[in-house]
């Protein structure tokens, strides 16, 4: 006779991400110099990501992956510079606590393979990782920008923004005024926002639209700039 399979009861968040990004998806012997971090606590930001595993050596990049909506999945991936780094991070900082949850830690073998989350950018103003993040300009922007798609008269600077407006919240507004082909909140090199973004629509109609309806206007608390972009 077969004994029954007992059932694993195991938390969404965990389940959530491993099934993403399982850190055993490779054949792959050699180490990576990324590791996958996984039960972060839904308030951890890349930067809270980033300090934290600094104890373990030179951090490169961080990212805590986010879904459609921007909500974290509670799991998150980090660079070092070295190998040597990411094996200390391995062995020193599982089952460590940060912002009330006991982290694990494990060799991220994914590397540019894995669906759902932002592909790492160079450091640069403007552009990434709300969602790569050390290079904060991987997701602080919906899609990179390209001059051949660009229409003229088509894209606007947006200023007096909030600091916590994120890309997409900035997108979903200026969506209600046509088709927005790309929306970016500035970053600096310190991981901070500017205060000011970008969005372009399809067409220069809409974006005259744009600058008529919402210039002057209250926007998460603020009554933001809205003005052709000089320099696009």
Known sequence: THKPLRTVSVPYLVLNCIILSSPYTSNNSTMSNRVYVGNLAWSVSW????????????????????DRD?????CG???????????????KLTDTELKGRKIFVR???????????APRAPKAEGGA??????????????????????????QLFIGNLSWDTTWQELKDYFATVGDVQYSNVAVGR??????????????????????????????????IEVRLDNKA
């Open 77 to 91: 991936i980090v660079e070092f510079s070295t190998v040597e780094g990411a094996q200390d991070a391995i062995e």
């Open 47 to 66: 930067q809270d990501l980033k300090d934290h595993m600094r104890d373990a050596g030179d951090v490169q990049y961080s990212k805590v992956l986010t």
């Open 107 to 117: 060799e991220d073998r994914e590397d540019g393979k894995r669906g759902g989350g």
């Open 190 to 223: 310190d991981g901070r926002k500017k205060g000011f973004g970008f969005i372009r629509f399809a067409t220069a109609e809409e974006a005259s639209q744009a600058i008529e309806k919402m210039n002057g206007v209250e926007f998460m608390g603020r009554n």
């Open 70 to 74: 921007g909500r974290s999945k509670g």
């Open 129 to 154: 990782a709300e969602g790569g993040e050390s290079a904060p300009a991987a997701a602080a922007s919906s899609a990179p920008a390209s001059a051949s798609d660009k229409v003229e008269g088509s």
